[in-house]
């Protein structure tokens, strides 16, 4: 039960004392702004209904450390799906990085004892680029969100490929993701399948001599939910 407070309280301790370090360090970064996507799609899935969401998002960097927050939220007000997130990255190499992220869904109008266990999941993710190629591993290792009906840890477990390239003045990606250990049905099926396939395009639009706006679009495909999603965002 003391897991994730102890997480929570040691992420935000390391957070001042990065900050503070920042200072003197001329390579560290704030990087801060705002998401804004026709519908939230993760993985595959549809989070927060069939509205637009709101992702707000600040990190620090400083040399081979990045800490952040990142949330989503519905402006339909549907409280599924809503998120306040913190994560912590540690770029090994160029090509290889470590991140554990505490997902934590709040419920509008609800007391989720944040610094408890409610609501929480915590995810060690392991990501490598090889030239245009990306892989991508995470794996639930703490939370009550993705327990099985014993009451045990599930470790859902999610692996992804994609590729990326640059067409004309767009940046083009294709991806592909299966969910393995699925047991409690973190990401809705029974156990595992092919959760996430699709392509992306980004590129900046031009608005004047002085700013341009990023957008998004994405195709994404979920055979085992047999749905299918057309979306797009931009970012401020």
């Known amino acids: 039960m003391k897991t994730i407070k102890t997480i929570v309280v040691v992420f935000v301790a390391l957070l001042s004392i ?3 370090n920042a200072q003197e360090e ?17 993985r595959g899935l549809q989070l927060g209904g069939a509205s637009p969401s709101l992702q707000p998002y600040v990190e620090l960097s400083t040399g081979k450390f990045a800490f952040g927050a990142w949330g989503a939220y519905s402006t339909g007000g549907v409280s599924a799906g809503q998120e306040a997130d913190l994560y912590a990255t540690f770029n090994a190499t160029d090509n290889f ?4 992220t505490d ?20 995810e060690l993710m392991l990501g490598y680029t090889a030239g245009d190629f990306g892989f991508t591993l995470a794996t639930n290792i703490a939370g009550n969100a993705d327990m099985d009906a014993n009451g045990d840890q599930a470790y859902s477990t999610y692996a992804e490929i994609s590729y990326g390239t640059t067409i004309g003045s767009a940046d083009f990606g294709i991806f592909a993701g299966a969910v393995f250990m699925d047991d ?3 990401y809705l099926t029974s ?4 959760i996430n396939l699709g392509v992306s395009a980004s590129k ?27 979306t797009f965002g931009f970012s401020l």
């Open 191 to 194: 156990g595992s399948g092919f």
């Open 18 to 20: 990065t900050a503070m």
């Open 204 to 230: 900046e639009i031009k608005i004047s001599d002085s700013f341009s706006l990023p957008v998004n679009a994405a195709l994404t495909v979920n055979p085992d939910a047999e749905n299918v999603y057309l």
């Open 103 to 122: 997902y934590f869904f709040p419920v509008e109008g609800g007391a989720m004892d944040y610094l408890k266990y409610n609501g929480h999941v915590l």
């Open 97 to 100: 990085s470590i991140t554990l």
């Open 26 to 42: 001329s390579g560290a970064s704030v990087d801060l702004g705002l998401d804004v996507q026709s519908r939230y799609i993760w």
């Open 184 to 186: 409690a049905g973190y």
